[in-house]
């Protein structure tokens, strides 16, 4: 699939954004927007068919940053694996579709997630387990630069490369702000790519709104044998509507109708 297919995938799943957290009333709108890119490229170039299988050995995906989940399930909508109209049910009693990623027979999500820095040390036990039965298939995580405050995230870093996770592939959404604030004035987490390297993991950066780049990380990550490959993605919160743009106060707020009508333009025109 070419780059413009994917822009136009990636400007669909923003407005399914839009509207399924304008109906739910609540939930995450400014990292969801931020990582539409690179779910719109995961889902329909990076996995191509590894994950799109329920053979036991199948490439498995875990969001760490649980309450991104509006884009996952957005992207799993448009890619087949939900129907659409279902996400219409985002957070109401009895829906699948919970504010965070619950492992309850949706296709394709692997774990529960919501909890911030429980997804990642989950993925480093999945990664050992195939190693230890000498599967091909990769681990996939993904997290939130603000999440990456919690300790055992340098836990599941110090793991990943003791046991030298060559099928681990995390991926951050470094958008420099999280939930009451930026995170350089929250807890200082730069030089990023160097405190990651120093716990002997491969570290990439690239621009999360790049399709080229970021389908270019994925792959030179899934060839990196000889250890865990950690992606720095460059992203802004809110990509794509103005008034969401890299603003904070945008982590946990759902649009009214009138933003839901003005996001939903700003998108198509962009
Ligand atoms: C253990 C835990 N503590 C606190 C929260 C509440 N919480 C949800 S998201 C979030 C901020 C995370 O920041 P970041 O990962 O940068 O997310 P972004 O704002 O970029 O979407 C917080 C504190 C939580 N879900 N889990």
Known sequence: MGYDDLKQHAKDIRKKIILMLNKAGSGH????????????????????KSIHTDKEDR??????????????????AEAGFIPEKELMTLRQVNSRLQGHPA???????????????????????LAIGYKMDKKKSHVFVG?????????????????????????LIAFVDRNMVQQAGKTEEMMALDPLKDKVEAFNWTVYEADGHDF?????????????????????????????????????????VAPD?????????EIEEK
């Open 143 to 167: 997290l939130g630069d603000g999440e990456m405050e919690e300790g055992s995230i340098w836990e599941a870093l110090m793991a990943g490369a003791h046991y030298k996770l060559g099928n």
């Open 59 to 76: 490439d498995r995906f875990i969001l760490s940053n649980g309450h991104i989940n509006p884009v996952w399930y957005a992207a799993l």
């Open 103 to 125: 492992n309850i027979d949706i296709p394709l999500v692997e774990l529960s997630t919501g909890s911030l820095g429980q997804g990642f040390p989950a993925s480093v036990g």
């Open 29 to 48: 709108t400014g990292g969801s927007l931020g990582m539409a890119d690179v779910f719109a490229a995961l889902y329909f170039r990076v996995f191509e």
């Open 212 to 252: 080229k780049q970021i389908i270019d990380t994925f792959e030179k990550a899934k060839n990196n044998k000889k250890g865990p490959s950690f992606i720095i993605f460059h992203t802004h919160m809110g990509q794509g509507v103005s008034f969401v743009l890299d603003n904070f106060e945008w982590h946990g």
């Open 257 to 265: 109708d009138k933003q839901k009508e003005q996001a939903l333009k």
